[in-house]
């Protein structure tokens, strides 16, 4: 099965979304991002329990390339590296403060001791 090219997407909003945002990390990165403001590579890496430098890595080069993350590199000794949210990355926090919300009742449901 050949495997759906950007431009076949465009046709539905919701599949052009998920084409960008699914995977197992990019929610938790956008998640720590949307919570905690610019963060520098390993405070990220840090805030993503789980992650490997080289997943963190190529899922951020990815949310830059679609314009959801900023990279800003400093000229330091050791080399500096920033990551925020860009506007269209902050457009994004609502959905994930609303997974988040589903996450906690489904919790709930499943474990009425957390409630």
Do not use: N
Not at 7 to 36: N, Q, T
Not at 44 to 68: A, C, F
Request: glycine share 6%; with cysteine; hydrophobic share 40%.
């Amino acid at each position: 099965m050949a495997q759906k090219s950007f431009e076949d997407y465009m046709e539905c909003p919701f599949h052009l979304a998920m084409s960008v945002l699914e995977g197992r990390w990019k929610f938790a990165i956008l998640y720590v991002l949307s919570a905690r403001g610019t963060l520098r590579f390993k405070e990220l890496e840090r805030s993503v329990p789980g992650i490997s430098t080289r997943m963190l890595t190529k899922e951020l080069k990815h949310l830059e390339s679609h314009g959801i993350v900023r990279r800003v590199p400093y000229a330091t000794v050791p080399p500096k590296v920033e990551y925020s949210l860009t506007d269209i990355g902050i457009s994004v926090s609502p959905v994930i403060d609303e997974i988040s919300k589903w996450g906690e009742q489904y919790l709930a449901s499943v474990d009425p001791s957390t409630s």
